[in-house]
């Protein structure tokens, strides 16, 4: 999942399954190049269904996109 973003001051990138933090969990590789931040599943099964979310922030405000996510084996 991939998404465009800018800010200035730039922004803080966050992305959440169900509510949960994806930052530091070793089954999603996130990166952030030239204004795309990405999120990417490494070992896809039904286990990453859910409702995925990107909030961006920074001192000046936020913004969030969300999106669903089926799975099926």
Avoid: F, Q
């Avoid at 001051?9 to 509510?19: F, K």
């Avoid at 070793?26 to 990405?38: I, K, M, R």
């Avoid at 896809?44 to 920074?58: F, P, Q, R």
């Amino acid at each position: 999942m991939s998404c465009a973003v800018r800010g200035d001051p730039a922004p803080h990138v966050t992305w959440y399954r169900n509510d949960v933090c994806l930052n530091t969990d070793t089954n999603y590789h996130v990166t952030s190049v030239s204004g795309v931040c990405t999120l990417l599943i490494l070992k896809v099964g039904a286990k990453d269904t859910g409702e995925y979310k990107v909030v961006l922030d920074n001192p000046l405000g936020s913004a969030e996109c969300s999106m669903t996510l089926n799975v099926r084996e």
